[in-house]
């Protein structure tokens, strides 16, 4: 009936009426808000229950090695269905998180967490209650014990601005530095730390910040691997592209048309990558000038919406884009067509991330609806789908980093997970 709400509990209607009314407990809101927290709960109990089903008809590990025997599956292909097996088998357990220090952990909540290349460290971000951020370094090398606990280092020196992206440097080492795009007051900052400044190891030997410089709104950030433009990093700002050299200082600036979203640089050549608020995709090859009146955009995609998180396969040939449509998209840069699309993932306004993990053909995000959905990169289809531990709201949307080997090359597979002030292990069986 129109204006009127059905209780399937009651078996009985009742009127809608305005949402602005703080007295009606039944607004359209919140009426959503209860049929998504049902569902979330169901789910949980589903999981809890192990009553977890491969989204494959007739998938199981004896049916595949069969397959392998027989010679009917090649060796990738066994491997990346395995993969979907234990995806699907993956079971939630709580890790407690020590700390040097009893009041760094547990305390704040977790805004991002970003692994370095080995999945040894995890960078966290924790909002702090009086506004800010705080910074620090979780070690997952004690993951794979039978407690699962992890060690937390942090260094309560920088904690006066608001971050909004966060990826690691290899300037002296792989991944030895951070670099913070982040809001001081107005403008913005941009920083550069070494990752000692988390370490537990001589902590009266410290260095201080190697690059600091005052900027526009930075919404991105991505650091260049490649030799041809090494020790640069690269800053999506307001409006313009800044591409910055840490030992020379030289800075180098491309004009855009839109605010920049989200950037990731090539490693093969030293072409970097930016999505736009606009929907736009394009790149920029870095040994370049900008001239006025010289058109530097290479290669250009257009999503309908807002693009927030880019990823380069590792062949260089293909990009994954996520767009605030909540669509996602694998562009063939060759043809400047998509050739796949990703169903499921929700998203609004959001700056979500994207985790592809091409060794495991998993693709992974998080939703704005607090579900984190596993794709398989080969045909796009949804493997599992998995509810926070947490009741959704926008300050409770997980982030989350997966590999086949947390906390090092002996170490254990499975989906990190934090959310509110918690850390999860989603563990293979």
Sequence with gaps: LPGFYYDPEKNRYFRLLPGHNNHNPLTKDSIQHKAMECKRLRLLEEEEKQNLKTTRAGLNSSVLLQKRQLGLLSS?????LVHELKVNSMQRRKIEIHSPDSSVAGTNNFKIIVADVACERIFTVNDVEHGGCKYGIINLSGLGKESLTVEMY???YFTNRKVNSVCWASLTHPDSHLCLMGIA????CASLLPASLFSST???DRPGMLCSFKISTAWSCAWCLNPQADNCFST???RRVLVTNVVTGHRQTFGTS???LAQQFATQTPVLYNGCR???IFSIDVRQRNRKGQSWKAIRLFHG???TSIHLMETEHYLMAADMAGKIKLWDLRTTKCVKQYKGHHNEYALLPLHVNEEEGLLIAVGQDCYTRIWSLQDAHLLRTIPSPHPSSKDAIPSVVFSSRLGGNRGVPGLLMAVKQDLYHFSYN
């Design 76 to 80: 990738t292909s066994y491997c990346r």
């Design 185 to 188: 007051e107005t403008p913005g």
């Design 236 to 238: 999506g700002l307001t």
């Design 154 to 156: 942090d260094n309560l």
């Design 305 to 307: 919406s807002a693009v």
């Design 202 to 204: 001589n902590p009266g």
């Design 278 to 280: 606009s929907g736009e």
């Design 258 to 260: 839109s605010d920049v």
